[in-house]
């Protein structure tokens, strides 16, 4: 599986018809977008909406021709209409009565957090999908990615998944190393898909 | 994997490369086996960089939501405390919390629900309410509020606090959103003043780690959960740890709190705390691994060496770094005593001020004696200089082509981290000699690892050191290495190997292991002959330390005869009068004087200082043991008179030569007393007492002797009672031989 570079995916978004790239910018940016709107201090159920309108503002204002590749990075465009539509979920809220007063406005961090969030979501979200497609590859045994996620995602220590394998601690890290070998290719391959600035 | 490089059998599996990589060489073969072969070398290699990818997932796992952390009780009903639960905000150890609005105000609150278990019994629920009032009556603006507390109809109880919106500490990496070094120092420098405003009112955290920091959008810190630790005991490190799923809390305890003394417990603990998430926060890391076992990270606590923070971030600078490290000392009486001077440290340090941390230990390091092997930091500065240095002419030795083109970043690396582990030292902990060197073998291990010349060349350096210190076993085992490697690297007849036969020679002498000691020092002489012609300086050196042990073995023929070879060599080379020809003669004295011919041994003594006058500058130490020893013979030979004329030369004021100078003082005083000049003798050797007793310990040998020969001088006054006084501060020492 070949990604796709987010310039072509610009590029194809233009076309008001091409509804697989469109599909394709969104299983790549939503996920970022809905976590990095909780991180600005969102609950699940407000980011959602949030990362719903955020994604359409930006594909109309792109297909309206208001994005410039020269005049800044797709991330802060992304950002600015992330954290417009939080604010105004905010206000919404405050007009009803259901928060107060300046605290509308405070949950959102500066500019430069928000820059930074984005960057660690993104290289999150990226590292994600270089899982998952660690987990689908059919060229990585069974048992290998077993045990991979042993020792990441349920953190047990290398002794412990040898003797629940019934494998030597050799093979244990044979196994880690052979998948963080392969995790790293696909992350450079992918980095250069996603464009990562 | 296996199959696809090229191993031989002697290869160790990827088990123990991994060993290897995370730990340091813990064992000399594995370690000379991978920096000898290109195979394991690359393999070492790739386990780095792929542990750092390793690093990143675990972390984003971390990040992860877990199924078990979604909350196991139902939100409860506070609608009659006056609370309405809007929704949950987390749900963790202690409890779980919730999003709420206070009805009668409008007011958004976060409501922390403690688990049931938490307040399990009668006393428990007595102390958390009674820390809790003293919690509510904190105000700091870094502190979050606790408004109310209360208990639900099933018995939990609640804590009723500010909402801060934004992240937790631990949600991201903070070094980049604080805004680099100075930000997250600023940043913890408001955590620290928030710690010691509760420290103040008698509010110990004990938990503070990571997630009980929040930050709120415009990026100021704000603690939570001040004595919920305390008043919910429960959690103790140990017992939560038990289940096996609380790793993740451990790795924030200290080692007081792991090893199961709450009365050990004080705010030195939250100092510890807070060096930890200075510690995090700049570096990314917790300064141990915490990947093992429950037992392995106990043990990383209370054991483990911090890994410097400046290797992870080099950023951090030596001022910062002895900050943290001291900070995160095992013993509590190393840290800092409050964190109020912890806070004062790091405001100096933003300030651009010299910091506390240095100064105290100044002093610190000055109490201790040489004879713990406590150096002060200067000394450890000159080997590591030293150390650098062997680094370095190795590096210009062994010139390769990959080397070349490394070389200078090599040296740059090198020095910043040896001269950074310098800096720590100062202020976090007890500056050995002993774990300078420790430190500098790492380094080699892990930095020098694929450059076995220059590693040998430094392990030569450090393990002279070791032996110097009397750190025998260390010695041998750097000292072997590196014979080994040059054996292997450069054949037997190296000039090189020579050089590490003569050290593993030395060391053997000092062990008293005579007859290998003499094997390794001919075969090193032998070599050298060979290699460089029988008139070569470095043949002389051999020759002299043949003599030396032939002098320590009692065959003082030979050693004669070796000494005077030797001073032949170098009095055609440089003179007699210079320091190395005078070293000759000086040895050649202290043979006469085994021989009890006295009156030749002054002779010489006499010679070796003149020639030593000629050549070294006044402050000189060489200069003051000659004036020792001639001064001593002089005055067992009845020649008073002319012994104080000795010792008296040169002079001067006592304090500027240091202690070496003081002992010549001393000795001058019991010539007074011989000569009846008790008066002078009792003002010299008040003086010389004072000062030694300020320069060194009042243990140490020149000291007591300078008691006794008080004792002495008012035994001979038929002062009894003084006498007894300065006989009881000289305790090994009974009456002196001296008159």
């Known amino acids: 599986m070949l990604e796709k570079t987010t310039t072509a995916m610009l590029q194809g978004l233009t076309d008001p018809d091409n509804d697989i790239v469109w599909r394709e910018f969104d299983a790549r940016y939503r996920p970022v977008i809905e976590r990095f709107v909780r991180r600005m201090g969102l609950p699940e159920a407000d980011a959602s909406d949030v990362t719903q309108d955020t994604l359409l503002k930006f594909l109309r204002a792109y297909r309206a021709g208001s994005y410039d590749r020269e005049r800044g990075r797709l991330s802060s465009w992304i950002i600015k209409i992330a954290r417009n539509c939080a604010c105004d979920m905010l206000r919404a809220r405050a007009a009803r009565g259901e928060r107060r007063g300046a605290s509308a406005y405070a949950v959102i961090p500066g500019e430069n957090q928000l820059e930074i969030i984005w960057r660690e979501e993104c290289r999150d979200a990226l590292l994600e999908a270089a899982l998952a497609r660690l987990r689908s590859e059919t060229r990585t045994e069974e048992q290998t990615i077993r045990i991979f996620e ?6 047990l220590p290398a002794q412990r998944v040898a003797q629940e394998t019934g494998v030597t601690l050799n093979d244990v890290y044979l196994a880690k190393h052979r998948c963080l070998k392969r995790l790293r290719s696909i992350v450079a391959d992918m980095s250069i898909a996603y464009e990562l600035e | 994997m296996r199959a696809t490089r090229e191993t031989t059998q002697n290869c160790p599996g990827l088990d123990r490369i991994e060993l290897f990589v995370t730990h340091g060489a813990t064992d000399g073969d594995l370690q000379e086996h991978i920096e000898s072969c290109p195979s394991c070398t690359e393999q070492a290699a790739m386990v780095r960089e792929n542990n750092e990818m390793f690093t990143d997932v675990v972390r984003l796992n971390e990040r992860r939501p877990r199924a078990s952390e979604t909350s196991p009780e139902p939100p409860p009903d506070l609608a009659g405390h006056g609370y309405e639960i809007v929704e949950t905000i987390s749900a963790g150890g202690q409890g779980v919390v919730y999003r709420a609005v206070q009805t009668a105000t409008r007011r958004q609150v976060a409501i922390k629900m403690l688990h049931r278990s938490a307040l399990a019994s009668e006393r428990r629920r007595r102390r958390f309410e009674g820390e809790i009032e003293m919690v509510a009556a904190l105000r700091h603006p870094n502190i979050v509020t606790v408004y109310d ?29 604080a805004g680099g070094v100075r930000g997250v120092v600023a940043l913890l420098a408001k955590v620290a003043d928030a710690v010691s405003a509760a420290h103040q009112r008698g509010i110990i955290h004990r938990d503070l780690k990571p997630s009980n920091v929040l930050l709120d959008g415009d990026g100021e810190p704000h603690v939570v959960d001040f004595g919920v630790a305390k008043a919910t005991g429960a959690r103790a490190v140990l017992e939560a740890t038990q289940s096996g799923e609380f790793i993740g809390t451990i790795a924030w305890a200290a080692p007081e709190q792991v090893s199961g003394d709450p009365a050990q417990i004080d705010t030195r603990t939250d100092v510890y705390a807070l060096g930890l998430l200075l510690y995090a926060s700049l570096t990314g890391r917790r300064p141990y691994p915490c990947d093992g ?14 890994r410097r923070p400046s290797t992870i971030n080099p950023r951090v600078d030596g001022e910062l770094e002895t900050i943290v490290l001291k900070s995160l000392a095992k013993n509590p009486d190393r840290r800092y005593q409050s964190a109020g001077a912890l806070l004062e440290d790091l405001r100096h340090y933003l300030a651009g001020e010299p910091i506390d941390a240095k100064r105290d230990s100044a002093i610190y390091v000055l109490r201790k004696t040489l004879r713990q092997h406590l150096i002060p930091t200067s000394f450890s500065a000159v080997i590591l200089l030293l150390i650098v240095g062997s680094a370095i002419g190795a590096m210009m030795l062994y010139r390769d082509a990959r080397l070349e083109a490394e070389k200078a970043n090599t040296i740059r690396v090198f020095l910043e981290d040896t001269f950074a582990s310098v800096e720590p030292a100062a202020g976090g902990h007890d500056v050995t000699l002993r774990e300078t060197l420790d430190e500098a073998v790492h380094w080699v291990d892990v930095a020098l690892s694929g450059r076995p010349e220059i590693a040998a060349s430094v392990r030569m350096t450090i393990g002279n050191s070791y032996r110097a210190l009397g750190l025998y076993d260390d010695a041998e085992r750097q000292l072997e290495m590196a014979l080994r490697t040059y054996r292997r690297r450069l054949g037997h007849h190296h000039p090189d190997v020579a050089s590490a036969l003569n050290a593993m020679g030395l ?6 292991r005579h007859a290998d000691a003499e094997r390794l020092l001919r075969e090193s002489l032998d070599i050298r002959k060979a290699a460089f012609g029988d008139e070569h300086l470095v043949v002389s050196s051999s020759l002299m330390n043949l003599g030396r042990l032939k002098q320590t073995t009692g065959e003082l023929d030979e050693a004669e005869n070796l000494y005077n070879q030797t001073l032949a060599i170098r009095s055609r080379a440089h003179g007699q009068s210079h320091p190395d020809s005078a070293i000759c003669l000086y040895r050649l004295a202290e043979i006469q004087e085994q021989r009890a011919d006295l009156r030749a041994a002054a002779r010489t003594h006499r010679r070796v200082l003149d020639a030593r006058r000629e050549h070294l500058h006044p402050g000189h130490p060489d200069l003051a043991r000659s004036q020792l020893a001639l001064g001593s013979l002089l005055l067992r030979l009845g020649e008073a008179e002319e012994a104080e004329r000795v010792l008296h030369e040169g002079g001067g004021s006592s304090e500027s030569f240091g202690w070496r100078r003081l002992e010549v003082e001393s000795l001058r005083g019991a010539c007074l007393a011989a000569l009846g000049r008790n008066a002078e003798a009792e003002t010299v050797l008040l003086a010389c007492y ?3 007793r300020e320069a060194r310990s009042p243990a140490n040998e020149a000291t007591a002797e300078t008691a006794s020969r008080l004792a002495d001088l008012y035994d001979a006054l038929g002062r009894a009672e003084d006498a007894a006084a300065w006989r009881s501060l000289a305790p090994d020492q009974g009456s002196h031989a001296a008159p």
Do not use: C, W, Y
């Open chain 1, 150 to 155: 042993m020792l990441t995602a349920e953190g």
């Open chain 2, 149 to 177: 507390s209360g208990a639900v109809e099933d018995g939990r109880h609640f804590l009723v606090m500010e909402l801060i919106n934004g992240v937790s500490l631990s949600d991201s990496t903070l070094r980049e959103r």
């Open chain 2, 293 to 306: 076992s429950v037992t392995d990270v106990i043990h990383a606590i209370t054991d483990g060496e911090p």
């Open chain 2, 507 to 512: 060391l053997r002498t000092d062990q008293g």
């Open chain 2, 690 to 692: 004072k000062s030694l």
